[in-house]
């Protein structure tokens, strides 16, 4: 589970960063709920994760958008089986191409857009990470489902937290930030992030 979560949380923080410095709103609006819940002269903590809801929010939308392993881990039926109208023979290795069911337009809004506030309120309710709804499953679905769920959330949204309370990011000057996607077991970006902080907390000592 560490080794398995180790490259996609990583691939996760650095896709939320690239989004947010896209999206200076969306950006602005977590390091004011980060202001509001922790401050700017102590750490956030792992406590304050659940009052943290806007950034969960952009974890969501994050790994709609850019979701860690594009076509899951592959399935093997025990039994001949019909999917769809479609015959699957038994030991068919199967591949879920979750990437392109997170990006369906006939479910989505604007889903080439990052948009944390489509988690929200009483539609936002439905998206969980169970695996029950076919159009939303970043951590699969079913026995076989992600058993790093609660490790992936955490880790990331504390990560994040991290960064955006202690520093503000800007990108080098004369850049352009590229989003194309390395397409390979894990989705990557092609081209690494690189950003410059700004510290921003109140207390020279917390960066020690």
């Given at each position: 589970m560490v080794v398995g979560g180790t490259e996609t949380i990583s691939n996760t923080v650095e896709w939320a960063m690239a989004e947010m410095i896209l999206n200076p709103r969306i950006l602005?609006?977590?390091?004011?709920?980060?202001?509001?819940?922790?401050?700017?002269?102590?750490?956030?903590?792992?406590?304050?994760?659940?009052?943290?809801?806007?950034?969960?929010?952009?974890?969501?939308?994050t790994i709609r958008l850019h979701t860690p392993l594009p076509?899951?881990?592959?399935h093997c039926p025990s039994s001949t089986s019909t999917i769809?109208?479609?015959?699957?023979?038994k030991?068919?290795?199967?591949?879920?191409?979750?990437?392109?069911?997170?990006?369906n337009p006939r479910v989505w809004k604007a889903p080439q857009e990052f948009i944390p506030e489509r988690f929200s309120g009483d539609d936002g309710q439905k998206w969980d990470f169970s695996g029950k709804e076919f159009d939303y499953f970043p951590f699969g679905s079913g026995?076989?489902?992600?058993?790093?769920?609660?490790?992936?959330?955490?880790?990331?949204?504390?990560?994040?937290?991290?960064?955006?309370?202690?520093?503000?990011?800007?990108?080098p000057e004369g850049t352009q930030l590229d989003m194309d996607e390395k397409f390979g077991v894990v989705m990557k970006k092609a081209k690494p992030l690189v950003v410059i902080p700004t510290p921003r907390l109140t207390?020279?000592?917390l960066y020690s």
């Open positions: 602005e609006k977590v390091q004011q709920e980060l202001d509001q819940v922790v401050g700017r002269d102590s750490l956030v903590e792992e406590s304050h994760i659940g009052q943290l809801h806007y950034l969960r929010l952009v974890f969501k939308e076509l899951m881990v592959p769809g109208g479609y015959r699957v023979p030991g068919t290795r199967v591949f879920v191409n979750v990437w392109a069911i997170h990006r026995r076989r489902m992600c058993a790093g769920i609660a490790m992936a959330e955490r880790m990331t949204i504390y990560s994040l937290a991290l960064l955006l309370q202690a520093f503000d990011w800007k990108l207390k020279p000592e």
